[in-house]
């Protein structure tokens, strides 16, 4: 609103919010769900990290001699023992393999286990993944792309290693890689392929952020900058889509 002023510039007035007032029971229930935001996530973390902390305790029980243990000298049982003694007896067989002894008892152990033949595929299935996932120069899922799956929509994938000579000679065109498309909510599952290069969009995300955003099924987004950058990528790829003609689709 404004009013005539001669001797000076109008004055403009500027009519002040009205107050917005909650009722009792809206209040009550946003502070409950600001406790629960605020409690929910730490309870299901101290509870998952107990868990697993009793469960390697159970496993190494038996490992442990009963004068060793310290329910022998103390009325109750010290938690986390057994998970210090898995890492400390994990870290000193990585040690004791690295020499030239170790090796030779590893090298004879799997010489054994080469020889069962139910045994055998399993063990070397296990330890390939373990390598894989473990090794330091292993190839495991370190980018997260987008493939359009099913037709006109778009998915996320975990990229591993190209596939080897002989299924390159077989698959139709070039410049292949392995794909897992996950599920939603439980990314263990899901399906596998081959898909070439130029089929796929790379995203400049993590892995763990790509983990979030399927488990949460899109409620829990990545950071600002890797979402603009995503729907960016996303808009471009349905332009390209759409128009095969353009620049894009050529370059």
């Not at 002894?101 to 286990?113: A, I, N």
């Not at 792309?145 to 996320?156: C, H, I, K, R, Y």
């Not at 995503?230 to 808009?235: C, G, N, Y």
Request: hydrophobic content about 45%; overall charge neutral.
């Amino acid at each position: 609103m404004t009013t005539d002023n001669k001797s000076g510039p109008p004055i403009v007035t500027i009519p002040e919010p009205e107050t917005v007032h909650h009722s009792a029971a809206a209040r009550l229930r946003n502070y409950f769900l600001t406790g629960l935001v605020l409690v929910g996530p730490i309870y299901i973390t101290l509870n998952l990290t107990w868990w697993f902390i009793n469960w390697a305790d159970d496993a190494m029980r038996p490992f442990i001699p009963v004068s060793l243990r310290t329910e022998t000298y103390l009325p109750f049982r010290i938690p986390g023992v057994g998970l210090i003694t898995a890492l400390f007896g994990l870290t000193m067989l990585g040690f004791l393999t690295a020499n030239l002894v170790g090796r030779s008892l590893v090298e004879f152990g799997e010489s054994l286990l080469n020889r069962m033949p139910i045994v055998r595929p399993i063990y070397r299935t296990m330890k390939q993944i373990f390598e894989t996932l473990f090794s330091k120069t292993g190839s495991g899922f370190r980018t997260v792309a987008l493939v359009e799956f099913p037709a006109g929509m778009w998915s996320l994938v975990f990229l591993s290693q190209p596939p080897n000579a002989d299924l390159s000679a077989r698959l139709p065109g070039q410049d292949y890689v392995s794909a897992f498309l996950p599920c939603t909510p439980n990314p263990t599952t899901g399906f596998f392929f081959y898909v070439q290069r130029k089929d796929i969009i790379e995203l400049d995300i993590t892995v763990e952020s790509a983990m979030t955003l399927l488990m949460s099924a899109g409620m829990a987004q990545p950071n600002g900058d890797a979402q603009k950058k995503m729907a960016a990528i996303i808009e471009q790829a349905r332009t390209t889509t759409r128009d095969p003609a353009s620049p894009a689709a050529t370059s």
